[in-house]
């Protein structure tokens, strides 16, 4: 059953899975989604799981699926509507690995 937020826009089964299983299970980097008709979230395209790239401040490089994330909103945006997404940003304090979910606003 689809879920509705309080603004009355209904999100897709498949997006709540998507998110579930990206913070739950690890299984995708990223995903973007729209709102189709002002009414649904719905998800444009995931990311797969990507264990080796880890954002090192001390040392920083590229994060492949950072940069997959971003071209896709790009291209996505085309038509001058807002895209969303949410990301498994993985990084390291002091040594230790963490990760926090990130929603983006393009």
Not at 52 to 74: A, H, I
Request: glycine fraction near 4%.
């Amino acid at each position: 059953m689809p879920s509705t937020c309080s603004s009355g826009v209904t999100l897709d089964d498949k997006a709540v899975h998507l998110f579930q299983e990206m913070k739950m299970k690890k299984l995708h980097s990223y995903f973007v989604y729209h709102i189709e008709d002002n009414k649904v979230v719905k998800v444009l395209s995931k990311g797969s799981p990507d264990e080796d790239s880890c954002y090192n401040p001390e040392e920083p490089t590229e994060l492949p699926r950072y940069e997959e994330m971003v071209k896709e909103l790009r291209d996505a945006n085309n038509d001058g509507h807002a895209r969303y997404s949410a990301f498994d940003f993985k990084f390291l304090i002091n040594g230790s690995q963490r990760r926090k979910l990130l929603f983006i606003s393009w």
